[in-house]
């Protein structure tokens, strides 16, 4: 992201959750009432003319059409982790958010509410997501706001600053972030993450490496990492998931399941998915740190 602003996806995804929210009840994947309040003027435009249905059908199928599969592909994805989250918060003390970008599930979710959050986020975004939140009068005292920076590193100092306690079981989310930094931030956070108590475990996002080397190979690729390159925010980080759960044992973790783009659609949309395309490098894995004990079995989707 460019320095001294939000960071443009941030504002994208957060477009996409508002979108959803102008759906009735019974169609929405995603419901965050939140999100239109943190948009930039022109996207909070867009998102109040989707309060009819002929206008966001046809704000969606535009987007669609500009970032093929990019939209859908989110608020699976969002759908997913919530899924994750509600099945995994009982087991878990504290939420660390990675990246946290203008994500609400502080607030939107009951189960999130009675966990400490820590919210770890670039401190432009941060200050502009807490400016907006502000006016709402939210309960934040579950919350801890961490202002980091992921290329810099310093977690270890940053976290325990802001009260984060190693000993306890704790969730990490690290949504939408990785495909944005270096090879070595993100093996940095991952072994920060990897210290934590037995028990914790991880719930992140990552891109398919062949997308880095040959775009053309997936549908739509091109156009939106011409928008990234636009807004600053090129993607430059992947892993091969055939590679993944070596990958993560090397660094502490036990890989539980990855599941790809077109996969999760599936599970979020239900047969509506076979007519989606594009954005099929993106990935969603669930990891738990390893233990003396040893574990075994893992899923790939």
Request: charge should be neutral; glycine fraction near 8%; charged fraction near 25%.
């Amino acid at each position: 992201m460019r320095s001294g602003r939000a960071s443009s996806t941030a504002a994208h995804n957060a477009l996409f959750r508002a979108l959803e929210a102008r759906h009735p009840n019974d169609e929405r994947v995603v419901t965050d009432t939140l999100a239109e309040g943190l948009l930039p003027w022109r996207f909070k435009l867009v998102a109040a003319a989707a309060r009819w249905t002929a206008s966001r059908r046809a704000i969606t199928r535009i987007i669609d059409h500009r970032w093929p599969g990019v939209r859908p592909t989110v608020l699976a994805r969002t759908w997913l982790i919530d899924t994750i989250i509600g099945e995994l918060v009982n087991e878990t003390t504290q939420l660390v958010i990675l990246g946290a970008g203008l994500d609400t599930r502080a607030w939107r979710l009951p189960s999130v509410q009675e966990l400490v959050v820590f919210e770890v986020d670039h401190p432009d975004t941060q200050r502009r997501k807490r400016a907006l939140l502000r006016p709402r009068g939210l309960d934040d005292r579950h919350v801890r706001f961490i202002p980091t920076d992921f290329t810099v590193g310093r977690l270890d100092a940053t976290m325990a600053d802001g009260g984060f306690d190693p000993t306890l079981r704790t969730l990490f989310l690290w949504e939408g972030t990785t495909n944005y930094l270096s090879a070595q931030a993100v093996d940095a956070t991952l072994r920060w993450c990897a210290r934590a108590a037995a028990g914790s475990q991880l719930v992140f996002t990552y891109i398919d490496q062949d997308v880095l080397e040959d775009p053309s190979r997936y549908a739509g690729a091109e156009r939106v990492f011409s928008t990234l390159r636009r807004a600053g925010e090129p993607m430059t980080f992947g892993l091969a998931p055939h590679v993944l759960a070596e990958y993560l044992a090397e660094r502490g973790f036990i890989l539980v399941s990855d599941t790809g783009a077109a996969s999760f659609r599936e599970q979020c949309y239900g047969a509506a998915s076979a007519a989606m395309r594009g954005h099929e490098f993106y990935r969603l894995a669930h990891a738990r740190i390893a233990t003396d004990g040893g574990d075994a079995g893992r899923r790939c989707d």
